[in-house]
């Protein structure tokens, strides 16, 4: 608390690092590239689990789990699967410690305890369900099997950062099977929206809905459909993908379903995933030089009531009245932290909350108890305003649904104005290098030269938007024709 | 469906292992020791897990999240807890795999990617989390830190039975730090009662509140305290632990605080988990030849209405009726399915349900309808009755309170009645043969007599009851002098 923030303007990543350790979100660990999520950042991620869970069960979704491990011959399964993550996998070869007989009190790998097969962490879980579905699904009546699991899962990165991009990460895989491509591929739609409206409406995070090209999709899927939002520095991050996997998983694993004429069919599979990474576009979006804003819909404090007493005799006093204002809020569902502690100052506190991104603050002094009022602070505009007390759970109530949708409003001006179209390379990468954000240009729809773009400006195609509209036009970086724009950008 | 299980009074293990999996509980996976949590068996596990979430809230504690692995050289750090789990751990060595060079299509653990260091799959996270803590305790003002944490964990078993031993299974692990000792003590003791508490008035289960002799004490802790409940067959089951760990691990992890007199101190600690485990307790004490017996408060669907109709007309006229009975249902917190489907008959549905444990059934026929009727059955008594529509809501939400109280009745008759007092080594071998269950012994307190009397009869000391009283006797076993009663069973 002593020392302020880095600046978003002077050094974006540093601000964005020091912001999550100092707002108590996650640090790193003692295990290289694994972080712990400390209770305020895990209290943000139950939210954000609580929203998405429900709107699965709405969905007709039950939750089961799964092992953590995949042996290796399962992992092989479905090839371009394997090898789209057999290079970033942790293996476990051994199943057992023993004393070390040159140290004591130090262990060793037991060299008798080598497993026969090795296991892999998963890194993601289609092997491992699909195996399994092929005792789950025999007829027709068998399907649609929608399952989804909240898991960890284990990626080994080189460069981590903490909740963008770490070796373990925790998140929900949702893996269902169904009778026919036009119910996988609806699936598929169905949950990508799922993902755009939790952004949206939850996280107040405006976000593409689109299909990534060739080169970015997911290993084992003939389709992945993505969300991509943008953050403060211009960069986008993929928020959430579903996958439509075709028959890739029900062939490597053999599941098979008779159908009404009792014709054996292979089954048609989606995977879909949202990660704690969804953390860090949180934070990146909305965020300021002072600390994390928060929108109220994800907030674990909705409210907080600093009192500002010399004496416990005020303090009693306050106290009557931030009691009944906390009552009367969390009746209307609002969560309100009332922060009577003697250690800290009001002004002390104040800096706190600003930081750990409480939407709303009210502040009770001596002379608000005269008149009947208290002082009303937002965060994300910190705009200050005395207020009667008459009414106020009311008032506030509008007001947490009015930042809501302000800090939508803001975010969503952002990526407009960082939305650009340009025509031509010098113009592509002119934008790039002056203000970034999303790029909308023609391409001539070939890997080669996306891989080109990329290796030339670091950006990728961040995907077909959904709302693509054929238009005639010619390839930004070959002059070739294109029928239509697409959204690149320098991605985290 | 068309088997019925085997019979509990026949083989009471098969009886289990069939239950779990026609129940759709569980079942074993592709990775050995590893279980798939099913959909309806994990929607138990969701329900266990939403009540002890909210009661560990409630007692003031938060969730937070920390790594899957454990460098080895923290896993050492404190020794009795290493040596406790180093013979069961999974061990990650490796961290990519690649191309067999011999078998096109095939991966191998890449012997370029060796881990400097091993990490161990947590088995329990003590050493993560008191290394972490070192960092987040400085001043008292820091204590105390109250966290819990829902995970998974692994732990090499050899023979392992779905929900009662897996490789890996899931829990939740609290971990706190306190100032005092006295502090850390209340602690223990508060969490084993709230273990206590959710075993007796959620999962309907009766369990004796006790402290472990030194011999099966957790590896680490000063006191372990542990609830035991008592499965049909007459073995006890640890359904929970809470442990005292002393200054155990702030020692070997460095963690103090600096008092209000400026002066350093080691921290208190306390660990305490349930698991998984749970559900094998939860389906061994109150199961029967039929298939589940829920408690009401941990069931999925507490109610399903079936329909007994022939043709969509009167299908039509019954679901006006299971609709209205539905609506009723849900805005009082009940939930039920209405299962209308017609591709199974009544008959196959009644037995379904019965096979997982749905605790109240309606059923609703033609004759029904004209009369305003519906048939209610209780799984629990299996017994039926013809009761009117009217207010029928609070008829069943009578029932089903009824309900849990006689599940918990019985078990705990069943307990009373298989607890048996001995004074006499040759009658402490008569009833564990004979009818096993809890036997109350004196026991002259040294580990040795302990690992006698498990060697000869299996059975182990279980617990000292918290309300174990003064009473002077000689011990069953070695005849010397003992102070009191201690709980022997053989157990799970």
Chains 1, 2 share one sequence.
Not at 91 to 110: A, E, F, Q, S
Not at 188 to 214: D, H, T
Not at 335 to 353: L, Q, R, T
Request: glycine share 6%; with cysteine; charged share 30%.
């Amino acid at each position: 608390m002593s020392k302020s923030l880095p600046k978003r303007s002077e050094n974006y990543s540093e601000w964005y690092n020091e912001l999550v350790k100092r707002a108590d979100l996650a640090e790193n660990s003692g295990v290289k590239g694994c972080m712990v999520i400390k209770p305020y950042g895990y209290a943000i991620w139950e939210k954000m689990q609580a929203v998405l869970d429900k709107k699965f069960k709405e969905t007709g979704h039950s939750n089961a789990y799964f092992p953590l491990f995949v042996p290796k011959s399962l992992f092989e399964a479905e090839e371009k699967n394997a090898e789209g993550f057999a290079k970033e996998c942790a293996i476990v070869t051994h199943y057992r410690l023993k004393n070390d007989p040159d140290k004591k009190g130090k262990l060793i790998v037991d060299p008798d305890a080598k497993l026969e097969e090795e296991l892999i962490v998963r890194p993601t879980s289609e092997a491992i369900i699909w195996n399994t579905y092929r005792g789950w699904v025999q007829s027709h009546r068998d399907l649609p099997l929608l399952i989804n699991q909240w898991a960890n899962v284990v990626r080994w990165e080189m460069k981590t950062r903490l909740f963008l991009r770490t070796a373990e990460f925790l998140w929900q895989e949702g893996h269902t099977a169904h009778a026919t491509e036009v119910e996988a591929v609806e699936e598929v739609k169905k949950m990508l929206e799922v993902y755009a409206n939790f952004a949206e409406s939850y996280m107040a995070l405006p976000v593409i809905r689109g299909v990534k090209s060739a080169n970015e999709r997911f290993a084992g899927a003939v389709d992945t459909y993505c969300i991509e939002a943008l953050m403060q520095d211009g960069k986008a991050l993929q928020a959430g993908t579903s996958h439509f996997l075709g028959q890739n998983f029900a062939k490597a694993f053999d599941v098979k379903y008779s159908d009404k004429n009792n014709k054996l069919e292979y089954v048609w599979g989606t995977s879909w995933g949202v990660s704690t990474r969804l953390m860090g576009a949180l934070i990146m979006a909305h965020s300021d030089d002072e600390g994390l804003v928060l929108p109220p819909m994800l907030a674990p404090i909705q409210v907080v009531i600093v009192p500002i007493f010399k004496g416990e005799e005020q303090l009693d006093a306050i106290a009557v009245i931030a009691t009944k204002i906390k009552q009367d809020l969390e009746a209307k569902g609002i969560s309100v932290k009332f922060d009577h502690s003697d250690k800290y100052s009001p002004g002390f506190k104040f800096a706190e909350y600003e930081l750990k991104g409480v939407p709303l603050r009210i502040a009770i002094g001596p002379r608000d108890l005269e008149k009947g009022t208290v002082e009303l602070a937002r965060r994300d505009t910190k705009t200050k305003e005395t207020v009667s007390t008459e009414n106020i759970d009311t008032k506030i109530e509008a007001l947490l649904k009015e930042i809501q949708d302000s800090i939508f409003k803001k975010a969503e001006d952002f990526k407009t104005q960082n939305t650009t179209t340009v025509d031509s390379y010098s113009e592509f990468k002119k934008v790039l290098e002056e203000k970034a954000g999303f790029v909308l240009a023609h391409w001539d729809g070939t890997s080669e030269t996306e891989e080109k773009i990329k290796e030339e400006t670091k950006a990728t195609i961040r995907c077909i938007p959904l709302d693509f509209k054929e238009e005639q036009g010619v390839c930004v970086y070959s002059g070739k024709p294109s029928k239509g724009r697409v959204v690149f950008a320098i991605a985290y």
